[in-house]
């Protein structure tokens, strides 16, 4: 039997409660985007957001926030959702975020936080930028192959977003040292590339009670989860670091630059939700991506009563 074009899109669409998002013309002019299906917004609600649309400086005054109007223009599509608003805005603004590795998960993550408005960055890395680099690591440029990896992602922060405070921390991370770095920030981003540094990091992390955005890549697989205080952490998944060569590093068995855009993209995502205090985290939960046959799926995660996160 043939299926006509209206029953194949009831099938596809309605049944599922897909809903259509368009980037369209009225979006990139700061006109209210289109609704998807079936969506219910009250009139109270339309009104609201014509309000919050015609006049952005005032509804910021209201609530005491003092944006400069290049700011105002700069952030104005983050502003003009309901869960960010003036206030989500200024909360970015505030936060201090830590970045470890400059490298292919940075690279995205260091982008978007920059470019949505978080007041500082620290980014903690020992190496320099190698051509090698290049395929994933998309905050360094050919230029700046031979610098400093904190220096060159820096640079690029600054170009998208000059407002940003840039902390560079131009050290290989250390028992020594991880505590003092972890102190100064709000909340911390695992980018690194080795296993010492995912363990160093989530203990120093249970131990100053900061929540830890953590994202990691292989070949073509990602996984993401956000381990906060009085959720499971690192340890409690892996509760020790593996037999050294019995993980393969992306160096030795590859990574397809675009899985680290992916990861390093839903990294930054996680890490505003957090800021703002939106959404449902990652806390209590593993996010598994393959790349190849383009399925994502979220497995819970458990505290290990055993482990030392539980006994602080
Ligand atoms: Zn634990």
């Given at each position: 039997?043939?299926?006509s ?18 980037v369209?013309n ?16 009250s ?17 910021l ?15 104005s ?53 190698d ?17 400093s ?11 998208i ?6 902390e ?13 770095l ?9 980018g ?26 292989l ?5 993401l989860?956000t381990f ?15 037999p ?35 959404g449902e ?23 290990d ?8």
């Amino acid at each position: 039997m043939r299926l006509s074009r209206e029953s194949v899109r009831r099938s596809n669409a309605e049944s599922h409660r897909i809903a259509p998002i368009s980037v369209t013309n009225a979006c990139a002019s700061g006109r209210k985007p289109a609704r998807g299906l079936g969506e219910a917004v009250s009139e109270q609600e339309d009104a609201n957001e014509e309000l919050r649309l015609a006049t952005p400086r005032a509804h910021l005054r209201a609530m005491d926030i003092d944006f400069s109007d290049d700011e105002i223009t700069r952030y104005s599509r983050n502003i003009l959702l309901a869960e960010v608003g003036g206030s989500g805005q200024a909360q970015l603004k505030a936060a201090r975020v830590l970045v470890v590795g400059a490298g292919g998960l940075g690279s995205p993550l260091l982008l978007y936080l920059a470019a949505a408005g978080v007041g500082t960055l620290g980014i903690v890395d020992d190496d320099a930028v190698d051509l090698s680099n290049l395929q994933r690591q998309v905050v360094h440029t050919t230029a700046r192959v031979g610098i400093s990896k904190v220096a060159s992602a820096a640079a690029a922060v600054t170009a998208i977003n000059p407002e940003v405070a840039v902390e560079l921390h131009e050290v290989r991370l250390t028992e020594a040292n991880v505590a003092g770095l972890v102190a100064g920030y709000d909340i911390v981003c695992d980018g690194s590339d080795n296993f010492t540094t995912r363990f160093l990091l989530n203990d120093a992390c249970v131990a100053a009670g900061r929540t830890l955005v953590s994202a990691a890549v292989l070949r073509f697989d990602g996984q993401l989860s956000t381990f906060k205080p009085g959720g499971p952490c690192y340890r409690c998944l892996y509760p020790v670091p593996p037999p050294d060569g019995l993980v393969p590093t992306c160096g030795e068995a590859g990574i397809l630059g675009a899985v680290t855009g992916v990861m390093g993209s839903l990294q930054a995502a996680e890490v505003l939700k957090e800021i703002l205090g939106i959404g449902e985290g990652l806390s209590g939960r593993l996010l598994i991506w393959d790349a190849l046959t383009t399925r994502f799926r979220t497995v819970t995660l458990a505290r290990d009563p055993d482990c030392a996160c539980g006994h602080g």
